[in-house]
C-alpha cells in the first residue's frame, strides 16, 4: 500500500523560507500526479503545487513565483520550496499523489483526483 510521509514546515516569519519533503514508499509504480495542497481553517482544501502527466507543473497563482515544486530522479520524494513567505500562506501543507488513476484533468487540480494523502504538516507564518 501507498504511503507518504511528509517533513519539514514550522513557523517562520513573513518573507522568510521554508522547505517541506514528502517521501513515497509501498508503490511499484510513478504516480500520475503528486503534489501539495493546503487547507487553513475555515477553509478547503486547495492546490498549491503539483506535478502533472506530461511534465506539466500547477501552481496556484497566489504562489506562483515565490513555490516550486521538485521531484528527485527516483520519484520517491518530493519538495516543496517556499520563498517570500506571507501571513496568508499559513495552513496545513498536505502532500498527494495519483496512483493508477486520471488526474489533472480539471485545473485546479481538485482534492477528489488523488487517492493517497500524507498526514499534514503545519506551516505559520507570522507578520
Known amino acids: 500500500q501507498e504511503q507518504l510521509v511528509e517533513s519539514g514546515g514550522g513557523s517562520v516569519q513573513a518573507g522568510g523560507s521554508l522547505g517541506l519533503s514528502c517521501a513515497a514508499s509501498g508503490h511499484t509504480y510513478s504516480a500520475n500526479c503528486v503534489g501539495w495542497f493546503r487547507q487553513a481553517p475555515g477553509k478547503e482544501r486547495e492546490a498549491v503545487a503539483i506535478?502533472?502527466?506530461?511534465?506539466?507543473?500547477y501552481y496556484a497563482d497566489s504562489v506562483k513565483n515565490r513555490f516550486t515544486v521538485s521531484q528527485d530522479s527516483a520519484k520517491s520524494i518530493v519538495y516543496l520550496q517556499m520563498n517570500s513567505l506571507k501571513p496568508e500562506d499559513t495552513a496545513m501543507y498536505y502532500c498527494?499523489?495519483?496512483?493508477?488513476?486520471?488526474?489533472?484533468?480539471?485545473?485546479?487540480?481538485?482534492?477528489?483526483?488523488?487517492?493517497?494523502w500524507g498526514q499534514g504538516t503545519q506551516v505559520t507564518v507570522s507578520s
Open positions: 506535478l502533472l502527466t506530461g511534465g506539466k507543473t
Open positions: 498527494a499523489a495519483a496512483y493508477g488513476i486520471a488526474c489533472g484533468w480539471v485545473l485546479p487540480p481538485e482534492p477528489s483526483q488523488f487517492n493517497t
